[in-house]
Structures are given as structure tokens and as C-alpha cells.
């Protein structure tokens, strides 16, 4: 973000800690080492969300389902000869997926050379399931469904309980690389968001900088301070200055966190490696960012949105709306594959979305709101293949009625709760302990007490 002076005055009352601080320092202020995080290994993340809640049977397409056919989805339904076939013999994948193949395909999974990381998860929601794009994103983020008052994210809290964030060589550990904030990476110690690290500086060149900074003073109290650095020159705890220890320590991590970032962006022009190929727009450009962090930083958990989901109308079949978004995707796990080669068996990828569509197509050739929908996961500890959607789990219930409307008549019902998703995530990439996705997904036990089967673990994560 650039921030002038002017600027800063008229909208800091409306800015997040997160945004108002981070734009106060630039990089020479903080000489520490700040690539020296208090971490316990260097498992990375990349978690994208699918806002307006993806149409799963068509990304993942239950093929031995005679449900899914052109009578249900008389615009959208995918013909046999067009899709690509998993290797499971029962579930086949929208073609625009194509690129994401080369790191799916393995010869244990689908006959063909390749390193196998790649697992696709179907049905996966929650009991009691919101339609509404508010709630639902609200509780995949927050990881409590139903939980309206808790705003604060699961990927924070797992920072939060792993990681020492009020150390400054923690400074920069999660970020999202969003135009808004996300929920997900919220919580009371801030998380930066930006849209690009090359911007997010005090905008006037270093000069111009320099002279709004002004100058920390010599000692403690000492009256020869100057600008907005003055703030920070005297004890964290002086008397009679309430909130200068939050607003001190907030101040210089923030510090710490812009000059991660410059430092990281003054390394040079990125060249992504491998012959990697990010999509061409706003979405690739911040993978591309995305993956350059994890390359020179030490950053835990990076965010990203995809959006355009909400297929209500004019969806599409091969070329389209979601075909493209698809598309997208596909290249982008590729693009991850290739350019993070040398430290792909730490990284993972995972998406998320908030709801599945209607199994039906609606009468403007789209779908609406519905439950269940697809997770990808990637990176080179994935078990890969196609999970909850092969001969055996995807079954007529005792009124013969298709996994596709078993809920309601008219959605696809789930079989994994997506909090068993994150929580093989959280425990088997990052190491987290299993006592702890209470605190990182509040009610956790409790929902696993209720519906046990919809929270074992699918195994899409290798133990070592």
C-alpha cells in the first residue's frame, strides 16, 4: 500500500492496526535478522479461496453416477470423451484441468508417470450447512460453524498457538495477498495484507520517507526525536501513556514486516523456475508473489481469493464462467509444482470454498446454492487420487437415492467435514500436536462427537 501523509491523516481512522501500522516504517529502520524465525520446521502454506461456492460435479465429475447426465444438467453436463479420467474408474475431471495433470499423474493412481501430489477430496462441507456466501465463508474461515461472534481466523490461531507472533523475527510469518482483508489470517496481533510487497512502503522515495519518519531519539525520552518515529523512541511502558506498550510492539513489528518485504523484493526482478506459467492476471500475478515470499522469506501461511464461483447463471460447460475459473486453477497448482520444485516436499496448497451448487441446472444454465463441493490439496507430501468419490463411498442411500440429492432432494450430500480436512493439514504438514485443533478450530471435538464418520482423517497426507 502506498501512503502519503496526507493520505495517512484522512483515512487512519478507518484503516485496520494491521494496514495503519505496517505503512509507518521502511526497511532501514530494523537491522535484525529478520529471516530468523522462531519455527520448529519450514512447512509452508498456501491456502486460495473459491468465493461464491464452486460447482463441484463438474470439477470433479462422479462419471458411474447415473444422475450426473444431461437431463440434471442439460448445458453443463460434460460428455464422456471430454473429460479426463482419474484412474479410479468411477470419477473423471473437467478438461480445463489438464495442466494440474502432470503433478496428479502417477502410475499407482492413474497408469501414467508423475509424482502423484495431487489430491482432489469430494463431498466435503459441514452439518447444518449455511447457503448464505456470509455465513458460510464466515465459519470456513473462523473453523467454528454456527459460531457468528468468533471473528477471528483458524489460520491465525494456528500461528497464534505455534509461533511466538509478538517476536520480531516473527514479524512475517502469514500474510494475504488480497485487496481485503481475510478472515482466516485475522486475529488480534496483525497479519499484513497487501496486494503487492513492492508497494507496501511509504510511497515519496526513500527521501520523502525519510522526512515524514523523522528520527528515533538518542535514549529513551531523550528530546531530540523526530516524525512519527518519536512514537516508538521512548519505553514501551511509560507512565501515564495508556496502550503505548500495544501500540510500541505493534509498531515495531509492523516495521519488521515491511522491511521482510523489501528486503525480499530488492533481491532482484522474480523469475519463476521450471518453465512455470502463472495465470495471466491479478490471481497469477499473486501466486507469482506467493511463491517468491516463500523463497526469500520465512512466511508461514500465505492467503489468496479466487473469485467469480457464483454460477447463477451461464455457468458453462467446456468454455465459460467456471471453466475458465477451473483453468485457472489447474495452471496455478502446475505453476506452484515447478517454480517451488526445490522445496516442494515442505509446501502445501489447499483451497477452500463455501458451499457446493445444486445438482440440477437451474433455467438460466447455471446452478445455485447448494452443500457439499471439492477441496484440492497439493504439495509433495499429498497422497494423491481422487477421495469420497470412487464405487465404494458413492452409493444410492436405502431410498435409492443418488449421493447427488441425498440432502434436501436436490444437493449432493457431504462425507467429510472440511474441519477433518485442515485438521490432517494442521497436524500431519505443520506438526501441530491433536490437542490443539480445539483451540485452532473451536468445537472441534464436540462436532467430531456428534458425526464421527464425517471427521476421519482420508490419509491424503503422509505420516512421514
Known amino acids: 500500500m502506498n501512503l502519503t501523509r496526507r493520505g495517512f491523516l484522512k483515512t487512519s481512522g478507518a484503516l485496520s492496526w494491521g494496514a ?19 519455527v520448529a520446521n519450514n512447512k509452508r502454506l498456501i491456502f486460495i479461496f473459491f468465493r461464491g461456492g464452486a460447482d463441484g460435479l463438474n470439477i470433479l465429475i462422479p462419471r458411474g453416477d447415473p444422475e450426473y447426465n444431461s437431463d440434471n444438467r442439460p448445458t453443463l453436463f460434460i460428455p464422456d470423451n471430454l473429460a479426463i479420467d482419474s484412474g479410479n474408474g468411477f470419477a473423471q475431471f473437467h478438461p480445463s484441468l489438464q495442466p494440474m ?29 449455511s447457503r448464505s456466501h456470509f455465513d458460510s465463508q ?29 517476536d520480531i523475527n516473527n514479524s512475517f510469518v502469514g500474510a494475504g495477498l488480497s485487496s481485503s482483508q481475510l478472515l482466516a489470517l485475522t486475529g488480534p496481533k496483525p497479519i499484513p495484507n497487501f496486494t503487492s510487497a513492492a508497494n507496501y512502503n511509504l510511497s515519496g522515495g526513500t527521501a520523502a520517507a525519510s522526512r515524514f519518519l523523522g528520527a528515533t531519539p538518542g535514549s529513551p525520552d531523550a528530546p531530540n526525536g523526530k516524525g512519527l518515529l518519536g512514537v516508538y523512541g521512548s519505553a514501551p511502558d511509560k507512565v501515564g501513556k495508556i496502550y503505548r506498550s500495544l501500540v510500541h510492539d505493534t509498531g515495531k513489528l509492523m516495521g519488521a ?24 492476471n491479478s490471481f497469477g500475478n499473486r501466486l507469482q508473489q506467493a511463491a ?60 477452500m470454498t463455501e458451499f457446493g451448487r445444486t445438482s440440477e441446472e437451474n433455467g438460466s444454465q447455471g446452478t445455485d446454492h447448494a452443500e457439499a463441493s471439492v477441496v484440492f490439496a497439493a504439495g509433495g507430501a499429498v497422497n494423491g487420487g481422487v477421495y469420497n468419490c470412487d464405487s465404494t463411498n458413492w452409493a444410492p442411500n ?13 444437493y449432493l450430500a457431504r462425507r467429510t467435514d472440511f474441519r477433518a480436512v485442515m485438521g490432517e493439514m494442521f497436524t500431519r504438514h505443520f506438526g501441530d500436536a491433536t490437542g490443539l485443533l480445539d483451540e485452532i478450530m473451536p468445537g472441534y ?15 491424503y497426507l503422509r505420516t512421514s
Open 398 to 410: 436405502n431410498f435409492g437415492l443418488s449421493p447427488m440429492f441425498q440432502k434436501s432432494g436436490r
Open 292 to 351: 517468491m515470499l516463500i523463497k526469500r522469506t520465512n512466511v508461514k501461511v500465505l492467503g489468496l481469493n479466487l473469485d467469480g464461483w457464483d454460477t447463477h447463471t451461464a455457468q458453462g460447460q467446456i468454455t465459460g464462467s467456471q471453466p475458465n475459473l477451473i483453468g485457472q486453477v489447474g495452471l496455478a497448482i502446475q505453476a506452484l509444482y515447478r517454480d517451488l520444485q526445490s522445496m516442494w516436499s515442505d509446501v502445501m496448497v489447499v483451497t
Open 101 to 129: 495433470m502432470e503433478v496428479y499423474n502417477n502410475s499407482a493412481i492413474n497408469g501414467l508417470a508423475g509424482p502423484g501430489n495431487v489430491a482432489v477430496i469430494h463431498r466435503v462441507g459441514y452439518a447444518d450447512q
Open 138 to 166: 464466515f465459519y470456513w474461515e473462523n473453523g467454528s460453524p454456527g459460531n457468528d461472534a468468533l471473528s477471528e481466523g483458524l489460520m491465525y490461531r494456528h500461528l497464534d498457538r505455534t509461533i511466538d507472533l509478538s
Open 20 to 38: 495503519i501500522a505496517a505503512n509507518l516504517f521502511t526497511p532501514v529502520l530494523f537491522k535484525q535478522n529478520l529471516f530468523a524465525g522462531n
Open 445 to 459: 471435538s464436540d462436532a467430531a462427537a456428534t458425526n464421527p464418520t464425517d471427521f476421519e482423517f482420508l490419509n
Open 257 to 280: 514486516t515491511i522491511s521482510t518485504l523489501q528486503t525480499a523484493v530488492n533481491q532482484g526482478d522474480y523469475v519463476p523456475e521450471n518453465g512455470a506459467t502463472y495465470p495471466n
